[in-house]
C-alpha cells in the first residue's frame, strides 16, 4: 500500500522555474519509491489534470500587496520608503506571501484530508510553505520534513539590514525546530544550515533532470564555432556574481592575437539580457560575434542547448554562494554538449564536472584561455567539439535518483516516529 506525502509547494505550474522543477519531479517519480504525492499549492491551473497526482488549489488574493502597489502608485517614493522601514523594523513584509498562510489555515478542513497524510513536505522560498508545515503540524502532528531549496536567513542574498535579520532568525529557529528532518541542496549549504539549527538532522538533496529528457538523438551541431548561454543574467549590484566578462576579455585578447577566428565563432544569449551585458559586448568590440536574443520558450532553449558545440555556464563569483549550483547545469546535463563554466569560486561545481566529465570549471583568465583553444583545436579538426560526459555519473543527479533520496528520508522520519511513539 503506497504511503501519502503532502507536498506543500507555492510554486507548481510554472514549468520553468526551478522550484516547480524540484516538485515535478517528485512527482513522477516518488511513487516508484512507495509514495504517494498530494500537492498543495497557491495556484489555480487548467492543467491540473494533466499531473497524475490529487493537487490542491488554494489560491489567494494578496489585499496588503495590492494595497501597496496601488500606494506606491498615488503617493510615490515617500510611501515606499515609508513602508520600507515598517518592513524593517516592525517585520512586515510581502516575500513570505503570509496571506495564502492564512487562507490554508482557514480552507484546510473543507480541502485537505490530512487523516491519511503519512508526512509532509514543505518547499521554500518562499518561507511560507514552512509556516503552513508547522501549524499544520502542531493541529495534526504529521511528520514534517523541510526543503529549502536557498537557504532562510543564511542565504546570501539576504535583502534586509541585521537587524530585521536577528528577528527572523528567531522566527526560523522556532519554525524550523519542529520539522523531523531538515533538506537542502547541496553538502555545503547542508553544513552551513547546521550552524544554527544544531542537533537537527540535515540532508543534502540536489536538484536534477528528468532522464526521459536526455538527448540520445543525433547530435545536430551549429556549423560554427557556437558558445550558448540559456538563461537570465541579473540586473544590480548582485551582477558580478554571474558575469560574462570574463569570457570576453579572453575573447578578445585571442582574437586580437590571431588564435581565434571571429568569423567561425559566435556567442549567442537566450533570455533576459541586462543592458549591461550588451554594454560590455561594446566595451570589448565584441559585436560582430556576441549575439543576444532575447527570452525564448524552454522548449525551444533546450533545442538551442542540444545544438550548441560549447554551454556556457556562469557561476556565482562570491565565496558565500559555493554551496549553490544553478538548475542550469542540468539543463545542460540532459543536452549532451560540453559545459565551459566560469566563476572565481567554483565551490562543489569542479568537483561535479571532473566526475561526470560533462565539462571544465575556469577559475582565471588562463584556464578560460587554455580550455577555448583546446575547444577550438578540436572544432578546427572535427569540424565538432566531443563531448565526453559519463552517464553513470551523470545519472545520479537525475529526478528518479532525486525522489529516492527523498523516500528514504521520509521512511526513517516515519520510523523515528513510530521509535518515539512507542517508546
Given at each position: 500500500m503506497m504511503k501519502k506525502v503532502l507536498i506543500i509547494a507555492h510554486d507548481f505550474y510554472h514549468k520553468e522555474i526551478i522550484s516547480a522543477i524540484r516538485v515535478h519531479g517528485l512527482v513522477n517519480y516518488l511513487p516508484h519509491f512507495g509514495w504517494e504525492p498530494i500537492i498543495l499549492t497557491s495556484e489555480s491551473s487548467s492543467e491540473k489534470s494533466l499531473y497524475n497526482c490529487e493537487i490542491i488549489e488554494i489560491p489567494y488574493i494578496?489585499?496588503?500587496?495590492t494595497r501597496y502597489n496601488n500606494n506606491c502608485k498615488k503617493y510615490g517614493i515617500i510611501y515606499r520608503l515609508t513602508n520600507r522601514f515598517f518592513e524593517e523594523f516592525i517585520g512586515e513584509t510581502y516575500d513570505y506571501n503570509i496571506n495564502w498562510l492564512n487562507t490554508v489555515l482557514n480552507e484546510y478542513q473543507s480541502k485537505i484530508s490530512l487523516k491519511n497524510v503519512d508526512v509532509m513536505i514543505s518547499t521554500s522560498p518562499p518561507e511560507t510553505s514552512h509556516l503552513i508545515a508547522y501549524n499544520l503540524k502542531k493541529i495534526h502532528n504529521i511528520p514534517w520534513v523541510a526543503d529549502l531549496r536557498d537557504l532562510w536567513t543564511q542565504n546570501h542574498y539576504y535583502g534586509y539590514f541585521w537587524f530585521r535579520k536577528k528577528r527572523e532568525k528567531k522566527l526560523e529557529k522556532k519554525i524550523l525546530l519542529n520539522a523531523d528532518a531538515l533538506i537542502t541542496v547541496s553538502e555545503p549549504l547542508a553544513l552551513k544550515l547546521g550552524k544554527i539549527h544544531t542537533n537537527k538532522k540535515i540532508y543534502s538533496i540536489p536538484n536534477g533532470f528528468d532522464h526521459k529528457n536526455i538527448n540520445h538523438q543525433e547530435k545536430k551541431l551549429t556549423k560554427n564555432f557556437s558558445i550558448i548561454y540559456t538563461g537570465k543574467l541579473l540586473s544590480g549590484i548582485i551582477r558580478r556574481y554571474r558575469n560574462p566578462e570574463p569570457l570576453f576579455k579572453v575573447l578578445k585578447e585571442l582574437i586580437n592575437?590571431?588564435?581565434?577566428?571571429?568569423?567561425?565563432?559566435?556567442?549567442?544569449?537566450?533570455?533576459?539580457?541586462?543592458?549591461?551585458?550588451?554594454?560590455?559586448?561594446?566595451k570589448y568590440e565584441l559585436n560582430k560575434i556576441v549575439n543576444i536574443h532575447g527570452d525564448i520558450s524552454r522548449e525551444d532553449s533546450i533545442k538551442k542547448q542540444r545544438e550548441a558545440q560549447i554551454l556556457l555556464l556562469l557561476t556565482w563569483n562570491h565565496p558565500h554562494e559555493q554551496g549553490?549550483?544553478?538548475g542550469k547545469l542540468y539543463d545542460y546535463f540532459a543536452a549532451q554538449r560540453p559545459i565551459l563554466s566560469i566563476g572565481y569560486f567554483g565551490g562543489i561545481l569542479p568537483e561535479i564536472l571532473n566526475k561526470t566529465q560533462a565539462g571544465i570549471h575556469c577559475s582565471n583568465s588562463n584556464e578560460i584561455k587554455n580550455a577555448l583553444l583546446n575547444f577550438y583545436e578540436e572544432y578546427l579538426q572535427k569540424g565538432y567539439v566531443t563531448y565526453h560526459g559519463i552517464n553513470l555519473e551523470i545519472y545520479k543527479y537525475s529526478h528518479r535518483e532525486m525522489a529516492k533520496k527523498f523516500a528514504k528520508v521520509m521512511d526513517k522520519v516515519i520510523n523515528s516516529s513510530v521509535k518515539a511513539y512507542l517508546d
Amino acid at each position: 500500500m503506497m504511503k501519502k506525502v503532502l507536498i506543500i509547494a507555492h510554486d507548481f505550474y510554472h514549468k520553468e522555474i526551478i522550484s516547480a522543477i524540484r516538485v515535478h519531479g517528485l512527482v513522477n517519480y516518488l511513487p516508484h519509491f512507495g509514495w504517494e504525492p498530494i500537492i498543495l499549492t497557491s495556484e489555480s491551473s487548467s492543467e491540473k489534470s494533466l499531473y497524475n497526482c490529487e493537487i490542491i488549489e488554494i489560491p489567494y488574493i494578496n489585499k496588503k500587496l495590492t494595497r501597496y502597489n496601488n500606494n506606491c502608485k498615488k503617493y510615490g517614493i515617500i510611501y515606499r520608503l515609508t513602508n520600507r522601514f515598517f518592513e524593517e523594523f516592525i517585520g512586515e513584509t510581502y516575500d513570505y506571501n503570509i496571506n495564502w498562510l492564512n487562507t490554508v489555515l482557514n480552507e484546510y478542513q473543507s480541502k485537505i484530508s490530512l487523516k491519511n497524510v503519512d508526512v509532509m513536505i514543505s518547499t521554500s522560498p518562499p518561507e511560507t510553505s514552512h509556516l503552513i508545515a508547522y501549524n499544520l503540524k502542531k493541529i495534526h502532528n504529521i511528520p514534517w520534513v523541510a526543503d529549502l531549496r536557498d537557504l532562510w536567513t543564511q542565504n546570501h542574498y539576504y535583502g534586509y539590514f541585521w537587524f530585521r535579520k536577528k528577528r527572523e532568525k528567531k522566527l526560523e529557529k522556532k519554525i524550523l525546530l519542529n520539522a523531523d528532518a531538515l533538506i537542502t541542496v547541496s553538502e555545503p549549504l547542508a553544513l552551513k544550515l547546521g550552524k544554527i539549527h544544531t542537533n537537527k538532522k540535515i540532508y543534502s538533496i540536489p536538484n536534477g533532470f528528468d532522464h526521459k529528457n536526455i538527448n540520445h538523438q543525433e547530435k545536430k551541431l551549429t556549423k560554427n564555432f557556437s558558445i550558448i548561454y540559456t538563461g537570465k543574467l541579473l540586473s544590480g549590484i548582485i551582477r558580478r556574481y554571474r558575469n560574462p566578462e570574463p569570457l570576453f576579455k579572453v575573447l578578445k585578447e585571442l582574437i586580437n592575437n590571431n588564435l581565434l577566428n571571429p568569423e567561425l565563432i559566435s556567442v549567442d544569449f537566450y533570455g533576459k539580457i541586462p543592458s549591461w551585458v550588451l554594454q560590455l559586448v561594446n566595451k570589448y568590440e565584441l559585436n560582430k560575434i556576441v549575439n543576444i536574443h532575447g527570452d525564448i520558450s524552454r522548449e525551444d532553449s533546450i533545442k538551442k542547448q542540444r545544438e550548441a558545440q560549447i554551454l556556457l555556464l556562469l557561476t556565482w563569483n562570491h565565496p558565500h554562494e559555493q554551496g549553490v549550483l544553478t538548475g542550469k547545469l542540468y539543463d545542460y546535463f540532459a543536452a549532451q554538449r560540453p559545459i565551459l563554466s566560469i566563476g572565481y569560486f567554483g565551490g562543489i561545481l569542479p568537483e561535479i564536472l571532473n566526475k561526470t566529465q560533462a565539462g571544465i570549471h575556469c577559475s582565471n583568465s588562463n584556464e578560460i584561455k587554455n580550455a577555448l583553444l583546446n575547444f577550438y583545436e578540436e572544432y578546427l579538426q572535427k569540424g565538432y567539439v566531443t563531448y565526453h560526459g559519463i552517464n553513470l555519473e551523470i545519472y545520479k543527479y537525475s529526478h528518479r535518483e532525486m525522489a529516492k533520496k527523498f523516500a528514504k528520508v521520509m521512511d526513517k522520519v516515519i520510523n523515528s516516529s513510530v521509535k518515539a511513539y512507542l517508546d
